[in-house]
């Protein structure tokens, strides 16, 4: 057996509150594929996968997936885009050193 390729899968999750003064509360989770490519470099691909924990306003978002799927349909009546505004914290998140900090991982455990 030869190996010709590592790939480190890691998920995580993280804590972030979103809308006007924080008031939605969540945990996004991502799962992080790290690998080497032929170069050498390091790749690292970050997918978004689901949402839990929600809060508004410090009250629990009780329920599964049709649940939370309703809040955020009353939110839009109220002309609150929570995707929107997910999406939007996901970019910052992309934009801070979350890649760094999964290149270093897979440095020491690879």
């Known amino acids: 057996m030869k190996i010709t390729h590592k790939t480190l899968m890691v998920n995580f ?3 972030v509150k979103i809308g006007r003064n924080d008031a939605i509360e969540l945990t996004l989770i991502h799962q992080a594929f790290i690998s080497r490519n032929k170069n050498g470099d390091m790749d690292v ?3 978004f996968m689901d949402v839990t924990n929600g809060k508004f306003l410090g ?3 009780e329920g599964n997936y049709s ?3 309703k809040f955020k349909e009353t939110m839009l009546t109220l002309g609150i885009d929570v995707n929107k505004l997910i999406d939007e ?9 979350i890649e760094d900090e999964l290149k270093e991982m897979f440095r020491h455990n690879i």
């Open 45 to 47: 691909d970050i997918e």
């Open 67 to 69: 649940e939370f799927k």
């Open 89 to 97: 914290k996901e970019k910052e998140l992309m934009k801070s050193d």
């Open 59 to 61: 009250i629990e978002i």
């Open 13 to 15: 999750e993280t804590e």
